[in-house]
């Protein structure tokens, strides 16, 4: 199959999107966050080709992109206030929540689990996309399972270019951090996945989260899984800014989170922000990890960011990336 890229600024090409998702194919289209592969969420086959694209396993859930409010009615059962408070504050945005599902919403959708993830992004040409197609968007991000988001439409050409029906153009995400997920549906509202949205600006709308961390959650939630969010390249977290490699010999990389203090030792430097802000470190940090990974290096070093708004998903997806088998790690 040749896949087309389109602008995203040619409102036929949105429309020519719209009609192959109504028609059952898979479009990969930009959101605030990362670039999402989109079906027609209440379409089984459709939904089953998503899978089969991006490898993934059928225990992981698809999040539902809607439009407007209006959708959540035949998607979901009866919301509360705690709910109702979070939409109205950061709909359309950046945070996904985890809902009691209705019946029309086909398991595969939410790997049989009795709720479902619904998320309203932000994004223009996501929201023409699904104002257009009329039907509920389930998208993962749009790359090979268990690899870095793509930001960009080139990274879902590289990894996904001959497989999909449609990619539209729409530039770089101006976030590109994954959204955060918050569950609803247990006794207190639980973080999930840290993410785009920092867990302070949710606390202070619903009070404090839940935040059990780790990868041994049950149901299992695989953005959530030890090794995720991953690189080919072998990547090590130093333990602290303007550290050296940890191993001589090697022809290793540098991810800064600022301009760095010294750039000996290391073969390549990638700096994320000149002036370490956080919001650009988020925009850059998946290019910049593919870009080191294509480098065909021995290993890769990110420096650490303070945990705090968005740092905590940025140490977050660094982490994943890192996770390895442990002798392969360099003792620290
Ligand atoms: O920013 C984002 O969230 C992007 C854009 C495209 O919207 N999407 C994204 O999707 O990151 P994905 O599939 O890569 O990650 C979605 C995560 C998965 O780790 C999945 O396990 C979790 O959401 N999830 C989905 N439904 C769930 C459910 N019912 N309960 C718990 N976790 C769920
Ligand atoms: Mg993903």
Not at 94 to 121: F, H, Q, W
Request: hydrophobic residues 40%; neutral net charge; glycine residues 8%.
């Amino acid at each position: 199959m040749r896949t087309e890229m389109l602008p995203a600024s040619d409102p036929a090409a949105v429309r020519l999107a719209a009609e192959v998702i109504r028609n059952g194919g898979l479009v990969a289209f930009p959101t605030e966050t990362v670039y999402g592969l989109g079906c027609d969420a209440l379409n089984p086959e459709a939904v089953a080709r998503v899978f089969e694209v991006k490898q993934r396993p059928s225990f992981d859930p698809l999040i539902v992109h809607i439009g407007a409010l209006s959708s959540l009615d035949r998607l979901v059962h009866a919301f509360n206030p705690g709910e109702h408070r979070l939409m109205d504050a950061f709909w359309p945005g950046p945070l996904t929540l985890v809902l009691r599902k209705r019946e029309n919403v086909p398991d595969l959708v939410t790997a049989g689990l009795p709720t479902v993830a619904i998320r309203m992004p932000a994004h223009p040409v996501a929201q023409a996309l699904i104002r257009e197609a009329g039907v509920p968007i389930a998208a993962p991000s749009a790359n090979p399972f268990s690899y870095v988001s793509p930001t960009t439409a080139e990274h879902v050409w590289q990894a996904l270019g001959d497989r999909i029906d449609l990619i539209l153009d729409g530039g770089p995400c101006p976030i590109g951090l994954e959204s955060t997920i918050v569950s609803m549906v247990g006794d207190q509202p639980e973080l999930l996945r840290p993410g785009a949205l920092p867990l302070s600006d949710i606390e202070a709308i619903i009070g404090s989260l839940v935040c059990r961390g780790g990868s041994d959650r049950r149901p299992p939630v695989p953005g959530r899984l030890a090794r995720h969010y991953a690189t080919r390249t072998p990547l090590t977290i130093l333990p602290a800014r303007g550290a050296r490699p940890l191993r001589t010999g090697e022809r290793a990389g540098l991810l800064a989170m600022s301009d760095p203090v010294s750039r000996n030792g290391y073969a390549f430097v990638e700096v994320l922000s000149s002036s370490g802000h956080l919001p650009e470190v988020a925009r850059n940090l998946f290019a910049a990890l593919r870009k080191l990974d294509a480098l065909g290096l021995d290993r890769l070093y990110a420096e650490p960011c303070e945990e705090q708004g968005l740092g905590l998903a940025i140490m977050d997806r660094l982490r994943r990336c890192a996770a390895t088998i442990q002798s392969e790690e360099p003792s620290l």
